[in-house]
C-alpha cells in the first residue's frame, strides 16, 4: 500500500514538471531516468516527437558504469559530448521529480562542463 502511494506521488511530480518545461528543435529537452541497476538519458525534441541522442548503461559501450555519482558524470560527459556534435549548445533539463541533488546534480553538472547551456 505503501509503495503504491509513493509511485503515485512521484508520477504527480513527474506530471507537474513536464507541464512546465518542453523540448523544441532550437533547445531540446533531456531526460534522465535513475534505476538501481541503470540508468537512461534521452535528448527530445518534444514538438516533432523525436528522440535525438540517447544514452543508458546497457549500451556495450557503458556497461561497466554503475547508476551511482560517478557512473552519471561519465555517462552526462557522454550525452553532454553527443549533443554537442549534433549542434546543439542549449537544453532542458527534466529530472524527472528527483531532487537536483547527488547523481542527478553530478551528471547535470558534466553536461554543463560540455558547454552545454541549461
Known amino acids: 500500500m505503501k509503495l503504491s502511494k509513493k509511485k503515485a ?60 555519482v560517478s557512473g552519471a558524470q561519465k555517462l552526462g560527459t557522454a550525452l553532454g559530448g553527443q549533443i554537442k556534435s549534433k549542434g546543439y549548445s542549449s537544453i532542458v533539463f527534466d529530472r524527472s521529480g528527483r531532487k537536483y541533488h547527488g547523481c542527478v546534480k553530478a551528471f547535470a553538472d558534466a553536461m554543463r562542463e560540455q558547454g552545454l547551456k541549461f
Do not use: M, S, Y
Not at 30 to 43: L, P
Open 9 to 68: 506521488l512521484a508520477q504527480k511530480r513527474r506530471w507537474r514538471i513536464r507541464k512546465k518545461i518542453n523540448g523544441t528543435a532550437e533547445r531540446p529537452r533531456v531526460a534522465v531516468c535513475f534505476t538501481n541497476k541503470n540508468i537512461h538519458a534521452q535528448c527530445f525534441d518534444d514538438v516533432l516527437g523525436h528522440t535525438l541522442v540517447g544514452v543508458a548503461t546497457t549500451h556495450p559501450d557503458f556497461k561497466d558504469l554503475l547508476p551511482n
